[in-house]
């Protein structure tokens, strides 16, 4: 690859994440180390936590980052029936595993080192921010692992989960069937029960990431089926463990199950990341084992799909942060045009990074993915305080804040992480739309993540129909509460009291426009309610990212007169940028839902 302006190789060691941002969000901002004080987590300091992110950041930098153009270019095929990946993709997940980033957050008595969640999540965004084609087979894994741990038997455990979490086998999550996409009530892949303890499964599934290759000794597939006789609809689904190859009982490998590979998807982005389609049980002897209670499937497979959500959430954070680390560094070396009021055209060039144009573009990327990245690590300490945190109430109040926050995790930064693609793209110039440079593949692998473990549609229709309304509005209501105190927080600082109060405006204009939506909602009209709901999503998704800058700047302002001063003034201008520039959209949002326009769900087939 050659930058054909500068005359030389593009550079592969620009940082693909600031590692002061990590520093500041994960102990400045969320203080990390605070959650050492639970009995969980009382062997670990911040030296520990360090030393796990330093062998994190070197392997991603040494293994993962270096193949990720050649991993795109080089996507996997089938030889003679099997998947075949380039060689380097095999040594970085081994050195992944070797290190023990997969059960790092698990208990001791399972091989891990009871990392805080929030910890193990900055660790993947090293690796996400590197190579997201690769690593999304440890990602699945992790989360199919998740998963046998809560919901597993003993058995289960032993035969599956362990070489999961030894990087012996991989993981899947298997919902979608070529006919139905995102609909679940019509999964129609069929579990029969046997007389031997385990069920017969037959069906399709399309789009199954990680479903075939020679990357590990085994597959772990989790399969959404309904077991004969069961009632129609999602309530009617059970969840199966459906391995590649069945275990005998003394951990040995058995005979390779009834899973045959029908054919490779080939897709836009994530291009390192074989996708595909399974038919299972063709020969009628295809094993799965019950995972959890008959008809309780998508419960469970919820368990891996809330992780998976926020996981997706921070992909795309770290594509759109990767692609802001690359147009900084290209905006601050490349020499292009003079400032406006220069006539002069012998003066010489100023470089990109001098023009207002381009600082906006720049200003938009930083605030869209150091806000995002601040509200995925956010939610991740939330789950390590719904899981271990010593008072029930602060349990409860973690476990509300996380029904709401993560379809906003999920499908706010898998659009405007996107856009900071977009942005990247364009500060790079016609060289931003050529192969030459890595922005264009970082916008296509992102342009993934809004269908990625349930499209952004699907996301709105569940933040506004189920996660507003949970608990009589009680998660609703406690989000609303954090954020006031923030505003208040904030009108209190002289330099941020104006941010304050455009929070506090935002927080009432969405309080008005829930209450105007669920008065529909109350009186029956279910669909004019959801109709505009990916407008909500977008909405209060901004207002949740103003109040993670407000935060950030109040934190921010403590060390303005320091030695650092210079990183602290960059986040209260991001927050600046944010609150002048992207939260009064959301007036406009609200005065069109309190509007309740009809204009889609109206519309009708013929008038396309």
């Known amino acids: 690859m050659l930058d054909r302006q500068r005359g030389g190789a ?11 941002d990590v520093e500041f969000v994960l102990y400045e901002l969320l203080e990390a180390v605070s959650l050492t004080s639970y009995p969980r987590f009382a062997d670990h300091n911040r030296e520990t936590f360090d030393a796990v992110r330093k062998t994190a950041r070197d392997i991603a930098r040494d293994r993962f980052q270096p193949h990720n153009r050649k991993a795109d270019e080089n996507e996997p095929r089938l030889v003679d029936g099997r998947v075949v990946h380039i060689p380097e993709v ?3 997940l081994e050195a992944y595993a070797k290190a023990g980033f997969l059960s790092a957050h698990m208990d001791y008595d399972r091989g891990g080192m009871q990392l805080p969640w929030i910890v193990s999540q900055a660790c993947m965004a090293y690796f996400q921010a590197a190579n997201v084609g690769t690593i999304a087979y440890p990602f699945l894994t992790m989360a199919a692992a998740n998963l046998l741990n809560a919901f597993g038997t003993e058995e289960q455990k032993r035969l599956y989960l362990e070489p999961m979490l030894d990087g012996r086998f991989f993981g899947t999550m298997v919902l979608t069937e070529p006919e139905v996409g995102s609909s679940l009530s019509d999964v129609s892949t069929s579990a029969r029960p046997t007389d031997d303890g385990h069920y017969l499964l037959s069906g399709t599934k399309m789009f199954i990431s990680g479903g075939d290759h020679e990357l590990a000794e085994n597959i772990v597939h989790l399969v959404l089926a309904r077991i004969a006789g069961a009632p129609p609809g999602a309530k009617g689904l059970s969840l199966f463990l459906v391995p590649r190859f069945v275990m005998n009982a003394d951990g040995t490998r058995g005979p390779r199950n009834d899973v045959a590979l029908a054919g490779l998807v080939h897709k836009m982005g994530y291009r390192g990341t074989v996708s595909t389609i399974l038919k299972f049980g063709e020969k009628g002897r295809c094993v799965g084992y019950l995972v959890g209670q008959p ?35 290209y905006a601050r070396s490349r020499p292009q045009g003079r400032p406006p009021a220069e006539k002069d055209p012998t003066k010489r060039p100023v470089m990109l990074i001098e023009h207002a144009d381009i600082k906006r573009m720049l200003l938009a990327q930083k605030a869209y993915v150091e806000g995002a990245f601040s509200l995925g690590l956010y939610c991740s300490r939330l789950v390590d305080e719904k899981a271990s945190a010593p008072d029930t109430s602060a349990r409860r109040d973690a476990a509300l804040l996380l029904e709401i926050l993560t379809p906003i995790m999920k499908a706010w930064p898998s659009d405007w992480c996107l856009e900071a693609n977009k942005l990247a793209i364009q500060i790079h110039g016609g060289y931003g739309y050529t192969r030459d440079y890595p922005v264009e593949q970082h916008y ?16 709105a229709i569940d933040l506004l129909g189920r996660k507003v309304g949970i608990e009589n509005g009680a998660a609703f209501t406690l989000l609303m509460t954090k954020m ?41 009209n279910i669909n004019l309610f959801l109709a505009n709901a990916s407008v909500y999503l977008d909405m209060l998704g901004h207002v949740v990212l103003a109040w993670i800058w407000l935060k950030q700047a109040l934190v921010a302002e403590r060390g303005l007169g320091g030695a650092e001063a210079d990183f602290y003034a960059g986040k209260i201008a991001a927050c600046r940028y944010f609150m002048r520039w992207e939260l009064p959209k959301t007036r406009a949002q609200g005065d069109l839902l309190r509007r309740l326009d009809a204009t889609c769900l109206e519309m009708r087939d013929e008038l396309f």
């Open 484 to 524: 006031t105190v923030t505003a208040a927080n904030a009108r209190r600082s002289a330099a941020l009291a104006e941010f304050g109060g455009a929070l506090e405006s935002a927080i009432a204009d969405v309080r008005a426009t829930t209450a105007a939506l669920v008065a529909v909602r109350d009186a029956g």
């Open 10 to 20: 593009v550079s592969m060691a620009v940082s693909f994440i600031n590692e002061r």
């Open 295 to 329: 008809q309780q499937g998508l419960a469970c497979m919820f368990h891996m799909m809330n992780e998976a959500r926020i996981g997706v959430g921070m992909g795309a954070v770290m594509l759109g942060y990767a692609g802001y680390r690359q147009s900084l560094d």
């Open 444 to 459: 296509r692998d992102n342009r993934l993540n809004p269908i990625h473990e349930g499209t952004n549609g699907i996301q």
């Open 90 to 92: 095999k040594a970085a």
